[in-house]
């Protein structure tokens, strides 16, 4: 994984508003429409899931507020996504030599 330090690259996010009568709503993936699988890593957040797509593999976030009638589907960005914004960051400090 990552070496010495950190930096910080941004990246745009595309969010999507599901209004919907139901609990839970069933999100379609915003690259294939395909219908999403809902993952629930934290048992005590039962408004927040991990939406992955099985058709094209796209992960995505569901938040739905307890209090709100729709609900927020953001795509997660993938690698090849990721190394464009962090080619677009520009700047690439040298790595100290070790020893
Ligand atoms: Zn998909």
């Not at 069933?26 to 992955?52: M, N």
């Not at 009638?69 to 990721?82: F, I, K, N, S, V």
């Not at 914004?85 to 020893?99: E, F, K, L, N, Y």
Request: glycine share 8%; proline share 8%.
């Amino acid at each position: 994984m990552a070496g010495r330090g950190h930096r910080t690259i941004s990246i745009n996010c595309n969010v999507i508003l599901i209004s919907g009568e139901e609990d839970v709503p069933a999100p379609s993936c915003t690259v294939c429409r395909e219908i999403l699988d809902l993952h629930q890593p934290e048992i005590d957040r039962p408004d927040r899931f991990l939406a992955t797509c099985g058709n094209c593999g796209a992960w995505h976030l569901l938040e739905q507020p307890e209090a709100g009638d729709h609900a927020y589907l953001a795509r997660l960005p993938d690698l090849p996504e990721l190394l464009q914004a962090d080619r677009r960051t520009g700047i690439r400090r040298p790595r100290a030599q070790s020893g």
